[in-house]
């Protein structure tokens, strides 16, 4: 298999590496994390022009027709900056719903809308009790006149605080935790009896929690099939964890390249640090350790378009595994080896491991997706 970049996935790597180099300092993201809404409105238009919120959507809609190595290069990017703005919510996650479940006139209302950067999405399905499960649903979805009512609660949705319309699943029938009966809706973010309560992750990215109370959405606010959402779902999450491994890389990668500088430069006894022999052999194991990480994020991207369900989901999980133990291996040695500076605020590699931190939890810690596997094999 050719893993040579094309031309083009060249000139995107260029243009982003530029982009964020020119505008996303640690000083500068400082600045962004300080200020609402915690990202930059104009980078985020200076996505739109580059063409990076439509990469994954056809060009029937105003995309580019992107795959989803493209969508890996493009947030292994932002993982070396930490990037702020709400792509993986916006484009990854309610973006591939719509791809997904989206009718025509849904996605051709919704999508150019997305790529012009005049409309940010929210993927809310997780619940409060479910943990990891993703077919636990209390928040039911009840037929009122030509539209429906929305009663529940989700949690930890990203970027939610600052949507314009959230993506949110709801029970149309069945039980708590049958696979069949979930549904798929587009709410309006400041719909009648929508309430939100935003707050900040341990990595400085931005959450909420999302109550609906009586919420009243017409017949068109459903996307997909009725009690069909399942598969929707799982593919949702699958996309997010493909992208969030290859956000894991890029910040590997900082990591990486910050404490060989730090060993190279960091005086002790006078002579560099990384004269050490075995601090040497720790450096060369985080290499290793990225390296095996990468090809695990590698595997996710390309295992998104596997047509065989359980196949792509084994796919996923044991990248989720593999990304998520090489990103604890890399973040927990780069800390120590920066020694006491590397817990500081004011010092980039502690933030680089929260955020590998966060992802680890986000859409399946490690142990969950062991489970998953040993679960196919026993």
Do not use: C
Not at 292 to 314: C, I, T
Not at 349 to 359: L, P, T, Y
């Amino acid at each position: 298999m050719d893993f040579d970049l094309s031309e083009d996935q060249r000139l995107l790597t260029d243009s982003v590496a530029r982009l964020l180099g020119d505008n996303y300092s640690f000083t500068q993201r400082k600045a962004l994390l300080a200020a609402a809404p915690g990202y930059s409105d104009t980078l985020w238009a200076q996505y739109a022009e580059l063409g990076l919120l439509g990469l994954p959507f056809a060009e029937d809609f105003g995309g580019f027709g992107g795959s989803a190595v493209d969508v890996m290069l493009l947030m292994q990017a932002f993982g070396r900056h930490l990037v702020l703005e709400p792509y993986l919510a916006t484009v990854v996650l309610a973006g591939t719903a719509l791809k997904l479940a989206g009718n025509e006139e849904q996605q051709g209302a919704l999508i150019p809308e997305i790529a012009a950067g005049a409309l940010k999405l929210a993927f809310a399905h997780y619940e409060r009790q479910a943990r990891y499960d993703m077919t636990d649903v209390l928040t039911t979805a009840k037929r009122s006149g030509d539209g429906w009512v929305l009663e529940g609660a989700k949690s930890v949705v990203l970027q939610g605080d600052t949507a314009d319309k959230i993506i949110v699943s709801a029970r149309t029938s069945g039980g708590r935790d049958d696979a069949g009966g979930l549904s798929l809706f587009i709410v309006e973010a400041n719909a009648a009896g929508v309430a939100r309560r935003g707050y900040t992750l341990r990595d400085g990215s931005r959450a909420a929690e999302l109550s609906l109370s009586a919420v009243q959405v017409p017949a068109e606010a459903l996307l997909g099939a009725v009690d069909g959402a399942l598969p929707v779902i799982e593919q949702v999450v699958q996309a997010g964890i493909a992208a969030g491994a290859a956000e894991v890389i890029g910040a590997m990668e900082a990591m990486q390249e910050m404490t060989l500088d730090y060993l190279k430069t960091r005086q002790q006894f006078g002579k560099a640090i990384g004269e050490n022999q075995a601090l040497q052999h720790r450096a060369a194991e985080m290499l290793v350790n990225l390296e095996q990480g990468r090809s695990m994020a590698m595997l996710a991207a390309m295992s998104l378009d596997e047509p065989d369900a359980a196949e792509r989901a084994r796919a996923i999980s044991m990248a989720k595994v593999g990304v998520g133990q090489a990103g604890r291996f890399v973040s927990q040695n780069a800390v120590q080896l920066h020694g006491g500076i590397g817990m500081t605020e004011e010092y980039a590699v502690g933030h680089f491991f929260r955020r590998v931190m966060v992802f680890e939890h986000l859409f399946g810690d490690t142990a969950y997706h062991l489970d998953k596997l040993a679960d196919q094999v026993s």
